[in-house]
């Protein structure tokens, strides 16, 4: 297997679509497409978010010190998209222009994206000062998810879910076939266990 | 849309599946599956890694400072899973449980793994110590492309490179169908501009 090198790259498979969404105002919220991001931690929850200190967004994020993660679905890849490239400088009221609502969160003063099935309100937790962004970790309080995409156990349906994938050659991709159960199909390779009997 | 509370949680939709691999010894080196994780950072380049602190790698990559990230492609599922649930301690050479080949990186000592279509070299740039893991921020210094997941442009072709998808329900996913361009597509939703003539 031949590989070609590319030195250092950010090119990893896949990412999250996440819609960031804080408080700027009396009753004015910005959006911001963030792909840079992951789980972070456990206990507590964090998902951090890497957000380049010139966007509208950032000084916001740091003085309000909370935040909404929004996922959407396949079917707002517009939307997503819209939020990403356009600033809130030029567009104050981008959920307006998505035509999405705007919620009030339960624990923290930024609203979430009503039409987005799944929502995390996050109290920023901690912050680091990188050249040209900051790494904003945030603490999740709360998580919302859409009924509709429960089963009757409760469990969220993949296909229901239908979270939008961002891949870094520049693709929205929806989630593909099933392969397998995590923490189970790779018991096939483990070597039988001596009995203590 | 009925949205159903279930507080603070890490359900990220999706997840990436990344084999970290850290060198353990002379000639030995071990791998752990993690899918907390994502990209950190640009300049330079950073993928965090939370990694509970009690898992065996954790001592590893703190003395080693360094580690690959390989992405497996939807056929190494089983390879992906069987390092995620079996320790080190109880299998110290997962790589020939797996029939995986470690090969040497270019500008660290831990090995990469040959038959993942992509690797990344990463130096341990910052640490930071959460309860019950540490998040690892490596420094990506060189990534590796299998040649044959490339096009006749050098670009990556989504399904050659076939990611592994993790979603936190419990399942590996491949990469579904293609949905839109990202940077372009939004533009439908933008305000036409005042020209200045």
Known sequence: MAKKLIGPSTRLFPM????????????????ITIAWGGI??????????????????????????NFTINIPNSRQDVEA???????????????KTCGF???????????????CPMNFECKLYKELDFKGLYLFLGEVVETHIDEAVLDEHGRIVTEKLDPLVFLPNGEYRKIGDFVSKAFSVGRKLSKPQVSPD
Chains 1, 2 share one sequence.
């Open 16 to 31: 999250p679509t996440l819609l960031v969404c804080v408080k700027t105002g009396e009753n004015a919220a910005n959006i």
């Open 40 to 65: 972070a931690g456990g206990s507590p929850p964090l998902i951090g978010i890497a957000v380049g200190k010139n966007h509208f967004s950032t000084p916001y994020l740091r003085k309000e010190g």
């Open 81 to 95: 998209d819209y939020c990403g490239i356009v600033s809130g400088t030029r567009d104050p009221d981008k959920a």
């Open 101 to 115: 609502t705007l919620a009030p969160s339960t624990k923290i003063t930024s609203p979430l994206i009503a039409e």
